[in-house]
């Protein structure tokens, strides 16, 4: 048994759901999920387009508010914190990673590594920086802005400016829909060993069964319900899987 089985869970969803009103009637994306992702552990969450993925992660961010149910990300009950405090735990506690790398194009790879203290009020140490930039093998191109980098390294900034505050979290949604499938596994194999070398905990939305394959445990969803879930699949076991929930 392994320390993080341990361990408290860093994210529990306790029976979450997620209604949407529309023109066409009630949409119930999420129907009373129930799941705890288990402390410096790496999640995929996989299912069929409109099952509720990016949904599930949203509600497990604090991103969208769940209609009912918990939502504990390190003991603290998202749904009872206002917004002020929901935004100070999210810069301190988790850190995001998205397909769009949703960097400044006028700033360089430095300065968007550090938006996330500035705009928590505080001047981040040069060393914290630097330091996260090497952890994604980017310390040459610190000077160099967006446009400058290719999408693998401007993917890897989105990852320093996501590992800069130290979170307990890392969520990543389609981290490697835009890359090419080298630069795709290098993205993973970061994604991998911030879990086996420090700790962290990350879930991922992903389609893709390779991607989801350097993940610990893979969760399927389907019509906002969990209805399956595997450990340490091979590609072709999780593809198998989702073949069969796409029937």
Do not use: W
């Not at 939502?71 to 603290?76: K, T």
């Not at 893709?208 to 610990?216: L, R």
């Amino acid at each position: 048994m392994t320390t993080a089985t341990l361990a408290a869970p860093a994210i529990v969803l306790d029976g979450v759901t997620r209604s949407y009103g529309s023109r066409a009637g009630r949409v119930d994306a999420l129907r009373g999920v129930t799941h705890a992702f288990g402390a410096g552990t790496f999640t995929a969450i996989m299912g069929p387009s409109g099952s509720g993925k990016s949904t599930l992660l949203q509600c497990a961010a604090g991103l969208d508010r769940p209609t009912s149910g918990r939502v504990l990300v390190g003991g603290h009950d998202l749904v009872r914190l206002d917004e002020a405090a929901l935004t100070r735990l999210r810069r301190s506690a988790m850190g995001f990673v998205f397909q769009a790398y949703n960097l400044l194009p006028a700033l360089t790879a430095y300065d968007n590594v550090a938006l996330p203290a500035r705009l928590a009020g505080r001047r981040p140490p040069r060393g914290e920086v630097a330091a996260a930039l090497t952890r994604v093998g980017l310390e040459a191109q610190q000077r160099r802005r967006p446009a400058e980098l290719s999408g693998g390294q401007q993917q890897r900034v989105a990852i320093a400016r996501a590992l800069v505050t130290r979170p307990q979290v890392v969520y990543a949604d389609e981290p490697t829909g835009a890359l090419d499938r080298t630069t795709g596994r290098q993205v993973l194999e970061l994604l991998r060993s911030t879990v086996d070398d420090e700790g962290l905990t990350v879930v991922m939305v992903t389609h893709d069964p390779v991607a989801a394959s350097y993940a610990d445990s893979v969760l399927f969803l389907e019509d906002g319900l969990l209805v399956g879930h595997l450990a340490r699949g091979t590609a072709a076991q999780i593809a198998a899987a989702m073949s069969e929930l796409e029937r």
